[in-house]
Nanobody, 125 residues
Framework: QVQLVESGGGSVQAGGSLRLSCAAS????????MGWFRQAPGKEREGVAA???????SYADSVKGRFTVSKGNAKNTLYLQMNSLRPEETATYYC???????????????????WGQGTQVTVSS
């Protein structure tokens, strides 16, 4: 079992920055692949970014150049640095984990086995 706890959400004005964190505990062998998703009210959950323990990353086209996903040195903490935030990116942000990555599946919410409870990000115009 893996427990994931997100933090770092909050309110920011358009153009601002936030850094989200996700702390993993338990069977960390199952967190080789970790990703960030977001879900706005009335919308489907969408993949934002993912990373594996070798540092290979994937990003949604909409966030490339503005968001950076990374892992801590101990590989059990996931980060998402979000710059130039937009009002339409207001959502609950979730971290997710699985024991291995797939280039073709990283953005699928049904690919991941473990999920955090989410952290709210609100971007005002």
């Amino acid at each position: 079992q893996v427990q994931l706890v997100e933090s770092g959400g909050g309110s920011v004005q358009a153009g601002g920055s936030l850094r989200l964190s996700c702390a993993a505990s338990g069977d960390t062998a199952s967190t080789y692949c970790m990703g960030w998703f977001r879900q706005a009210p009335g919308k489907e959950r969408e993949g934002v970014a993912a990373i594996d323990n070798n540092g290979r990353t994937s990003y949604a086209d909409s966030v490339k150049g503005r968001f950076t996903v990374s892992k801590g040195n101990a590989k059990n903490t996931l980060y998402l640095q979000m710059n130039s935030l937009r009002p339409e990116e207001t959502a609950t942000y979730y971290c997710a984990a699985r024991g291995y990555c797939s280039r073709s599946s990283w953005a699928r919410s049904d690919w991941y086995k473990y999920w955090g409870q989410g952290t709210q990000v609100t971007v005002s115009s």
